[in-house]
Structure formats: C-alpha cells, structure tokens
C-alpha cells in the first residue's frame, strides 16, 4: 500500500469510500453488513486505514453500519471520516445536535477527520452566515478534541471555493475534491488544485473515476486508453491520473463489491505515475469523451441577451447534462438559480447568436436543455 505523510500520521493513498456499499439483493435499499465487513477486513488486512462515511450516504445508515463494522478493530488501526450534511440546507443551525449523533452512529469518541460537507451554490449563504455558527462549532470541537483534524469538501464553482476559503482557510486542514481526467478541466478542477497549492491546503480526491463511467468506457475509448497504456484496466488508469498529481494525499473509491476492494488494492500497492505524454494524453481522451458544445465563455452573449442570462454558465452546465444524464452536479447548480435565470427563461430572441463568434444556436441548446430535464 502506497502512504502518505499528513502532518504526523501515514494515510493509505487509498481511502474507502461508503457511498456505495454493498446492498442485500437486488432492488433493496438495506446495506448488505455481512458483505461490507468482508471488504473492510480485507482492506485493513491490506494496509487501508482511511475509511469516508457522511450522515447521508444510504440514506443515514453508512455511518451506523460503519460504526458496527469498524468497532471490531482497535481505535487506532484506523481513521474515520464523516461530514456535516449542510448540502440540506434544513440542517443548518443543528450543528451540535449531529454531531453528538453522529458519534454515537459510529460507536467513537472522536473522529479522526471531519468536514463541512458539500461547500455549494445552494449552501454557500448559509454556511459564512455567522448565525448558524457551524464552523465555529466544529473548531470548538477540534479544540476538544472530538475532531482530530477538519476540512471541507467542495462541489462548488471556483468563486464560491474561494469566498469560503477567504472566510475559513486558515482552519481548513485539507479540502477534498471532484478530480479526474475528465474533471481536471471540463469541472475546472485544476483551478482548485493550483489554489490549494497556493494555500498549503492538502488535497483528498472524490470520483476519481467519475461514478464508474471512467471504468465503463466504450470500445473506442478503450482503444484511446491502450494507446496510452497497454498493461493497465481502466479504473487503474484513472487512478494512476490522481496519482501523478503531488498535491493528493488520499483518494477515496466508494467501493461496492470484493472485486472492487481487490482491484483497487492492487492499484495502490505502488505508484506508476504517468509520464507528461501520459498525462496530456488521458486529458486530450477526457476532452473527447465531454466534447459537446464548445463554448469559449467570450460572454459577448451576456451583453446582448435581454434575460440577463448566464449562458457560458448553462451551457457548461448543458454539457454535464449531455455526458452524465443529469445527476446533482446539474440539479444542485440549477436549483441555487432564480427560475429567471434558468434556460427555461430563454426568449430566443437570438440576439446571442448574432454575435457569438462560435456559431452556436443557443436557444436551440437551451430548448434541448429544458427537455432532456423534464
């Protein structure tokens, strides 16, 4: 197992993630224990030491199994992570009421790592509004020491990243991320990545293989990825991507059967960074896979458009939309805009293609927008 130094602790380079555990058969909801405490003692027996659940995940029950499962182990053979849910807003201001909750979920006294979950468009307000003293909650338990070490994690575009950096960076051990080859420019990541550089902030890595798509690629994908390298599955290659970034400590795989457990063990067992012809390679492929609409944020648009739109902005999101279907990247950026503001707001009066210099038929784009959401 790869290490990484953290201050004074050797993280395994591969966190496991509990998004995704194991459930009991198909179609049902309920986490599947018997199989999940066979992953978590292979993983241990393998050299994982860093394990990442959240109120949320499988719908509150990730931690309380997480809790059972790891309580068989001495405290300090491994460390565990959890977050505060502000990603629901109806959370706010009941800080201290999970928290005491969500030790006792996971049968501990404190928790090695903790973070202020989701850092958003649709949080952002509520999370540097100063009455709800949420972070300021957690810093008095650090200071208890029922927090190891806090950070944050971040979906959010770079200027709210920023703004919440600006209020409470100087508190902020490490801040974890989307990262991946796709991400690294179509989600903008590596603007984070060179900010958090500039802070000293170290960086934990969420989807490194983009929710499974980045080990589900298609033929001619794989053609692209044998080219590169020949001796490596998929998956590996993905991660062999945030492995050639120096800024990452760990990076978390919400792994969801033995296989997974396995294969990604074997990954870690030692580093086979990717050269800079690699590394420029998998980006030119992860630029394929998201080419969609090539917008190149001029914003001469935004001048003439009547609605006052942000459409560089909704045509990136229209581009999600296209390669993942959807999913809470463009409903969460959707939802924190007025509804005048949407593409469902688009006149199409076409005073944006007249000047667009790319030629794009954007209220065609934001027609199909509104349909593919329906």
């Known amino acids: 197992m790869i290490y990484k130094k953290f201050k004074e602790l050797e993280l395994s380079a591969l966190g496991f993630g509990t998004m995704r555990l194991p459930l009991k058969g198909e179609g049902s909801s309920e986490i599947d224990e018997e199989k999940t405490a066979e992953m978590v003692d292979f993983a241990i027996s393998h050299g994982v030491n860093y394990f990442d659940t959240a109120w949320g995940y499988h719908m509150g029950s990730s931690e309380t199994v997480m809790g059972k499962v790891l309580s068989a182990y001495p405290r300090d053979k491994f460390y565990l992570a959890t977050k505060f849910p502000g990603y629901d807003i109806n959370n706010m201001g009941k800080v201290a009421e999970i928290f005491e909750k969500q030790l006792k979920k996971c049968q501990v006294e404190y928790f090695d790592f903790y973070l202020v979950h989701n850092v958003c468009e649709a949080n952002i307000e509520y999370y540097l509004d100063p009455k709800y003293q949420t972070v300021e909650y957690l810093l008095e338990q650090k200071k208890n020491g029922r927090i190891k070490h806090l950070g944050f994690s971040t979906h959010a575009e770079f200027k709210n990243f920023k703004r919440f950096l600006d209020m409470y960076g100087e508190h902020m051990e490490f801040c974890q991320i989307q990262l991946n080859y796709l991400d690294y420019e179509f989600q903008d990541a590596k603007a984070k990545l060179d900010y958090l550089k500039e802070l000293n902030i170290p960086v934990w890595v969420m989807e490194p293989v983009r929710g499974g798509r980045l080990a589900r690629l298609s033929e001619s994908e794989l053609d692209a990825l044998r080219l590169i390298r020949d001796d490596e599955s998929a998956p590996a290659m993905a991660f062999r991507f945030v492995q050639s970034i120096p800024e990452v400590t760990v990076t978390l795989s919400g792994m969801s059967d033995f296989e997974q457990v396995k294969q990604n063990i074997k990954t870690f067992e030692k580093e086979r960074t990717l050269s800079d012809g690699e590394f420029t390679a998998l980006l030119d492929l992860g630029r394929k896979m998201t080419r969609s609409v090539a917008c190149t944020a001029c914003r001469y648009c935004t001048e003439y458009c009547h609605m006052e739109l942000d ?64």
């Open 311 to 374: 459409i560089p902005k909704l045509i990136s999101l229209y581009n999600e939309q296209v390669f993942s279907g959807g999913g809470f990247i463009v409903s969460m950026s959707l939802g924190a805009m007025p509804e005048n503001k949407r593409p469902e707001a688009c006149i199409a009066c076409g005073a944006c293609m007249a000047v667009c210099p790319q030629n794009i038929k954007i209220p065609e784009i934001f027609k199909d927008f509104v349909s593919r959401r329906k």
